[in-house]
């Protein structure tokens, strides 16, 4: 097993650190909502700036008659510059409302980047212990070669028997359809992880590190829900949805409060000058938007749902992650480092007594076969207790590492 260990550690390849970031990199879908984020920000500027004043000016004849003198033609012009003032707290609620929506883009990108992060996470580790195993099962090919090798001398010197010759090559076949069944794994583990990194699907891809350091601290599955519901990024955008719902029917309500526009006014003959202040205000008689209110009232309750509808299925979806982390565990704390030392000195001695002739041919393939047997399951638990862990983050939001 030592040696697996230092042959899988001498292995150079990606590490899940290099991996995650160049996932996030290299996703298209994730420099959108960057984006979108950018253009949210711009309606902030938007909401903050006022309308431009407006201009008016209208040239003209002013026509007298005068008896006995005929007609007489003058110019006349009307000027007006008028500003337009929204009803005091609409524009703070329109600013408020586009702040919002730049909370609501921000937290989509570091939802969708903890997802691409848990997507590899999973398939990394699904690879990595695809790669343990393959090792395994080459070095399960090798013995078997070597046993094939050593019983043909051994018939050929009348030592063995021809059984012995196609037993060696039975287990020789056996091993050999492991190993192409963990290289099956591998392959199929490298074309989801290339395919999260944006590569070609058949392209060269080794990963290193270490399954055994992937699992957690056994703690109450209420912890876990509480870390989510603080900090799961899908509930947290719909909190401030629910906020701008809010904000939107406020926001509709004012909206029966009317803007009015404000400015001076001039009306100019050449030997008279009228000078005036121009208001001008929208009469709330006939939309006293009642349409548009009951339609901001109804999202508002639509959003508080979802966030019921979206707290108990992540709970519940919580729960089962944790139990199955927790049973993944439990299987993996079956393989102690006693039950491993026994299992490779059982090999040793196997290795020796048939040497030896101390040893029937049945029990020394038993015995390599169980060392094998058993060193695949404890890289499959290995690999599970990473995936369920992967799995739990990823129903949580968040690392399990993370402040609530």
């Not at 199955?324 to 090999?347: C, D, I």
């Not at 995936?387 to 968040?398: F, H, T, W």
């Amino acid at each position: 097993m030592l040696a697996l260990l230092a042959a899988a550690s001498a292995a150079k390849g990606d590490r899940l650190p290099e991996v995650i970031d160049e996932a996030q990199r290299s996703n298209p879908e994730l420099r959108v909502l960057e984006s979108s984020v950018g253009a949210s920000k711009g309606g902030v500027i938007t909401a903050r700036t006022r309308a431009n004043p407006e201009l008016s000016f209208a040239p003209g004849v002013r026509r007298t008659s005068e008896s006995g003198i005929g007609s007489k033609d003058d110019f006349h012009g009307d000027f007006a510059l008028s500003q337009l003032f929204e009803w005091p707290g609409k524009r703070a609620l329109k600013i408020a409302l586009a702040q919002e929506d730049v909370t609501v883009q921000q937290l989509a990108v570091e939802a969708f980047r903890f997802e691409i992060a848990a997507k590899v996470r999973r398939a990394f580790y699904e690879l990595l212990a695809a790669q343990k195993i393959t090792t395994l099962r080459q070095e399960q090919v090798e013995s078997s070669q070597t046993f094939v090798e050593s019983s043909r001398k051994r018939a050929e010197s009348g030592y063995a028997s021809d059984f012995e010759t196609l037993k060696s090559q039975a287990e020789l076949i056996a091993a050999q359809r492991e190993l192409l069944d963990a290289q099956g794994k591998v392959a199929a583990a490298r074309v989801t992880l290339n395919s999260l990194l944006g590569r070609l699907p058949s392209a060269s891809l080794e990963v290193e590190g270490t399954l055994e350091g992937a699992g957690v601290r056994s703690a109450a599955n209420a912890s876990y829900v509480a870390l989510a519901m603080a900090r799961n990024p899908s509930l947290r955008t719909l909190n401030v949805q629910a906020e701008s719902a809010g904000l939107n029917l406020r926001a509709t309500r004012f909206g029966r409060r009317p803007d009015f526009a404000v400015g001076p006014q001039v009306e100019y003959t050449h030997n008279e000058q009228i000078y005036g202040l121009g208001v001008t205000v929208a009469l709330p008689f006939w939309d006293r938007k009642k349409g548009e209110i009951q339609t901001a009232t109804a999202e508002q309750q639509k959003t508080l749902a979802e966030i019921e509808k979206t707290r108990r299925e992540i709970e519940a979806a919580v729960t089962t992650a944790s139990k199955n982390l927790e049973l993944a565990q439990k299987v993996r704390a079956l393989y102690t480092p006693e039950f491993l030392r026994k299992l490779k000195a059982l090999v040793s001695q196997a290795e020796q007594s048939y040497a030896q002739n101390a040893t029937t041919l049945i029990i020394y393939l038993d015995a390599k076969r169980t060392y094998f047997d058993a060193l695949s399951s404890y890289y499959d638990s290995l690999g599970n207790v990473a995936g369920q862990r992967a799995e739990l983050e990823s129903a949580i939001g968040v690392p399990l590492d993370t402040n609530p």
